[in-house]
């Protein structure tokens, strides 16, 4: 296996002294889509900033495709194969078009102006947004700030995409445009580090690392630790599906190793039942 990220005995300290990160060691590998939960400060976005070196370990090591992140001159290069998108898609705009956003990192790598409108093409027709390019971020839903965000990376062409909480500003519909978006990066070979806090997005990930208190405490296929008792204490709002088949696991109708995550498979395993 390649590794992207390997991650070893990272801590990190605010300036006040709050230990965020404690001695949290984890991988990822490539083409893996790793998915990161736990409950609100528990140290998921501190983590994913360490990735593509925006945060710097107080002590341990992040080391990207062989470039530990500490080393200043490995950082830009680090920045175009890890690529990050926010939460908040407003606050991440620079250009007065979409145009003009999405041409910003390339231009920033120097590259020759045709290469860069190239890419600008390429990477909004990537996300459906090419219409839009003359547009100002302003006119622009949530879903497709967010779609733009994405295309800002993509023009980067990177190896790996950290996505921190990105749709839990959005409404149902863009969320599963998101989600369709970002599963489709990974069936085509991008890396993927994904933090959310809805387990019901979870259903897309090779792995699920669950962090508590700056700690990881889970690290393993999704199902199996889903189906576990005591991941309900890390704080997990459970979605409907998987509390029921949580209870049917609980109850030995259910194989946990075939623990289901949709509701599709929750209706099969029912059906295999009866
Ligand atoms: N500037 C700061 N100084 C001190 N503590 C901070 C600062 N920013 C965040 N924290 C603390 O770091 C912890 C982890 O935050 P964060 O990584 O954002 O968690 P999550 O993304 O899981 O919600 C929280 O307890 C938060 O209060
Ligand atoms: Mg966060």
Redesign the pocket.
């Known amino acids: 296996m390649i590794y992207m990220i390997h991650i070893n005995n990272l801590s990190y300290r605010?300036p006040?002294g709050?230990l965020?990160l404690d001695s949290v060691s984890m991988d990822v590998h490539k083409g893996e889509f790793v998915a990161i939960a736990?409950k609100?400060?528990?140290?998921?976005?501190?983590l994913l900033r360490h990735m593509n070196g925006l945060m710097l370990p107080s002590e341990g090591s992040v080391v990207v495709k062989g470039m530990d992140t500490i080393d200043s001159s490995f950082i830009l290069n680090i920045r175009q194969i890890a690529g990050m998108v926010f939460q908040d898609p407003q606050s991440q705009f620079i250009g007065m078009t979409l145009e003009e956003d999405v041409a910003f990192g390339p231009e920033n790598l120097g590259l020759p102006q045709e290469d860069i409108r190239k890419r600008v093409d390429m990477s909004l027709q990537d996300v459906g947004m090419q219409e839009y390019k003359h547009q100002t971020p302003g006119s622009l839903s949530g879903g497709q700030k967010q779609k733009v965000a994405l295309a800002s990376i993509l023009a980067m062409k990177p190896e790996i995409i950290l996505f921190d909480e990105v749709t839990s500003m959005l409404d149902p519909y863009s969320r599963g445009e998101i989600l369709g978006l970002i599963t489709q990066l990974h069936e085509n070979g991008t890396t993927i580090v994904y933090v959310t806090h809805r387990l019901e997005e979870l259903v897309h990930a090779d792995r699920l690392i669950v962090m508590e208190n700056g700690r990881i405490t889970h690290n393993g296929y999704p199902r199996v630790i889903l189906s576990q008792g005591n991941v309900v204490d890390s704080g997990f709002e459970f979605p409907p599906v998987i509390e029921l088949a949580k209870r049917l696991c609980d109850s030995g109708f259910i194989d946990p190793a075939c623990f289901p995550l949709s509701r599709e498979k929750l209706m099969e395993a029912l059906c295999q039942l009866m």
Do not use: I, L, Q
């Open positions: 605010y006040d709050t965020v736990g609100n400060g528990s140290g998921k976005s501190t």
